[in-house]
T-cell receptor, first 114, second 117 residues
Framework: AQSVTQLGSHVSVSEGALVLLRCNYSSSVPPYLFWYVQYPNQGLQLLLKYTTGATLVKGINGFEAEFKKSETSFHLTKPSAHMSDAAEYFCAVTPQSSASKIIFGSGTRLSIRP | DVKVTQSSRYLVKRTGEKVFLECVQDMDHENMFWYRQDPGLGLRLIYFSYDVKMKEKGDIPEGYSVSREKKERFSLILESASTNQTSMYLC????????????????FGEGSWLTVV
């Protein structure tokens, strides 16, 4: 069955430092890939998604992610962290065989140190 | 603006009670989902529906049922609430074809915090 693994349940970086949140999927056929952000006491918002085309995807708030088929990865990055980036981030996939289904990873809580 | 509205943000129920969680979306979306969110486990799919009166089990359907009598409304039912169902429940919707198409995305409600005592 399709699964998503997020390495690190909690990541802490200094303000201005690089943010790297890791996501790997398990599937012989690459799925469609997403990153979502959840601020405290809110639902989830889409940051970015990869379906086809360019493997480097730019999203909102300065985030981007690169699809690497050889590594079955879709890591999320941001060059310079801001205090407002503190939130929980979820990687998600939609199998090509079931476009209506979305499977989420366990989430990574991002903390920003002043 | 697309809205997914969950009628109850915070509920406290007793063990054995029947619990209804209601979700309404205003964008004529075909697909609707119920997830539960627990620390360290992320979002786990309970049930989803791709049309009126249609439903499919997700990864953790045990102890839950759903109802979709109208396109805009998707209800989650706990027939007999138990303490291990204390969680945050998220409703979501997407157009037909899901979130993969350009311009489509999955829209989430604000969540319903359920405590079973």
């Amino acid at each position: 069955a399709q699964s998503v693994t997020q390495l690190g349940s909690h990541v802490s970086v200094s303000e201005g430092a690089l943010v790297l949140l890791r996501c790997n999927y398990s599937s012989s056929v690459p799925p469609y890939l997403f990153w979502y952000v959840q601020y405290p006491n809110q639902g989830l918002q889409l940051l970015l998604k990869y379906t086809t085309g360019a493997t480097l995807v730019k999203g909102i708030n300065g985030f981007e992610a690169e699809f690497k088929k050889s590594e079955t990865s879709f890591h999320l990055t941001k060059p310079s962290a801001h205090m407002s980036d503190a939130a929980e981030y979820f990687c998600a996939v939609t199998p090509q065989s079931s476009a209506s289904k979305i499977i989420f990873g366990s989430g990574t809580r991002l903390s920003i140190r002043p | 603006d697309v809205k997914v509205t969950q009628s109850s943000r915070y509920l406290v129920k007793r063990t054995g009670e029947k619990v209804f969680l209601e979700c309404v979306q205003d964008m004529d979306h075909e697909n609707m989902f119920w997830y539960r969110q627990d620390p360290g486990l992320g979002l786990r799919l309970i049930y989803f529906s791709y049309d009126v009166k249609m439903k499919e089990k997700g990864d953790i359907p045990e102890g839950y049922s759903v109802s979709r009598e109208k396109k805009e409304r998707f209800s989650l039912i706990l027939e007999s609430a138990s303490t291990n169902q204390t969680s945050m429940y998220l409703c979501a919707s997407t157009p037909r074809g899901g979130a993969i198409f350009s311009g489509n995305t999955i829209y989430f409600g604000e969540g319903s915090w359920l405590t079973v005592v």
